[in-house]
């Protein structure tokens, strides 16, 4: 089994690549037409920089319709085992299935990114069993209706509590709380205003504790503001490393990385003048 630990302890933030072996996801729904091509640019994205490559079998786009678990697992099994064969890179799955899950869990991967933090039954029984990583995402409602008028009290005041109330649940299943990572779900029952606000006050999700990850690459929010969406995407991801985000999911990993480098160096050299 893969394991993620000592990648968290590193002081920069990781970097998820994305790979949608789907027909209907938002921004690259059909690129992956193929196992070799789903795995090639899997490979792409490992020797641009990424640390961790995401698989995810049924798309969670704003109206999309759900899948079978032998869809999803024809889709994501194959692409999983190839990439394992050809690379150490850690390999997450992108789902909420238990069933997937568990069939990967058992060649090796490092991690669950649930979209729905979990909650299906079993889901938290199998991360447990196998000592997985596991992202809880928040999401109000459902992917086909999430988008009709969300509401919230306070957007960041309202997750937090549903972070809190997710945790719980898990280490009462037995998962270490050392192995949980929180997603606030940018684009995920929220409006344009609400995923403005989860960037600006990303720090308020440290309050668990645990390390937050950020999924905002290509969005809708961000093609709204941006002409160039992967710039916006970049500049966004820059955004949100500095509100303490330790994993950014991106599509493009050689540009994130080349900006977070000039980033990151600016920062070092200032502390650098400091002393």
Do not use: W
């Amino acid at each position: 089994m893969q394991d993620l630990t000592g990648l968290l302890q590193r002081p920069e933030p990781l970097i998820m690549g994305i790979l949608n072996v789907t027909p209907d996801s938002f921004s690259d729904g059909g690129a992956h037409a193929s196992i070799d091509e789903a795995v090639s640019s899997a490979l792409k994205m490992v020797q641009q920089g990424a640390d961790i490559i995401d698989v995810g079998g049924e798309s969670t786009r704003p109206g999309a319709a759900p899948v079978s678990v032998s869809e999803e697992l024809d889709r994501v099994m194959p692409v999983i085992e190839k990439i394992k064969r050809h690379s150490g890179v850690p390999v997450s799955v992108d789902t909420s299935s238990p069933e997937v899950m568990s069939e990967a869990a058992e060649i090796g991967i490092a991690m669950v990114n649930d979209v729905r933090a979990l909650s299906r039954q079993g889901a938290m029984e199998i991360v447990a069993a196998h000592h997985l990583h596991a992202c809880l995402m928040h999401m109000q409602g459902q992917p086909g209706s999430m988008q009709q008028d969300p509401r919230y009290t306070d957007v960041v005041d309202d997750i937090n509590l549903f972070f809190k109330s997710a945790v719980q649940r898990c280490c009462l299943a037995g998962i270490s709380r050392s192995r949980l990572i929180v997603d606030p779900g940018f684009g995920f029952g929220k409006t344009y205003q609400h995923n403005l606000t989860l960037v600006n006050r990303l720090a308020e999700f440290k309050v668990h504790g645990l390390p937050v990850m950020v999924g905002l690459s290509r969005k809708s929010t961000l093609s709204r503001i941006a002409d160039d969406v992967i710039a916006g995407s970049v500049g966004g991801n820059i955004m949100a490393f500095l509100g303490g985000a330790k994993i950014l999911r991106v599509h493009d990993v050689e540009q994130t990385l080349s900006a977070l480098r000039v980033v990151t160096e600016i920062l070092r050299s200032g502390e650098e003048d400091e002393n």
